[in-house]
């Protein structure tokens, strides 16, 4: 499975910015992480293919996690931005067979938020 995250860019502090990442094939759980520099990539919001949805304390009531499972996309709707935002996101893809589990990530793609 290829992931392929669009949608970052720089915004003002208070502003919004929707992320996207298509995987190229069915997955079970999709999720957006995100790394600050010299730090360990951290879990920002997951959804699973019910819809399910769970983020991080830091994100809540500010970001929306959704998904097409038609489309294989799942998106990062991020509303009032702070400058603490800024970051590189990534895009985790979870596929489950009765073999086991595997993980797929995407390129990150890069927020900007200005104070």
């Known amino acids: 499975v290829q992931l392929q995250a669009s949608g970052g860019g720089l915004a003002q502090a208070g502003g919004s910015l929707r992320l996207s990442c298509v995987a190229s094939?069915?997955?079970?759980?999709m999720a957006w992480y995100r790394q600050y520099p010299g730090r360990q990539r951290e879990w920002v919001a997951v959804?699973?293919?019910?819809?399910?949805?769970n983020y991080h304390d830091s994100v809540k009531g500010r970001f929306t996690i959704s998904r097409d499972n038609a489309k294989n996309t799942v998106y990062l709707q991020m509303n009032s931005l702070k400058p603490e935002d800024t970051a590189v996101y990534y895009c985790?893809?979870?596929?489950?067979?009765?073999?086991?589990?595997?993980?797929?990530w995407g390129k990150g793609t890069l927020v900007t938020v200005s104070s």
């Open positions: 985790k893809a979870v596929r489950v067979t009765a073999r086991g589990s595997s993980d797929y």
């Open positions: 094939g069915s997955v079970n759980i």
């Open positions: 959804i699973n293919s019910g819809g399910a949805t």
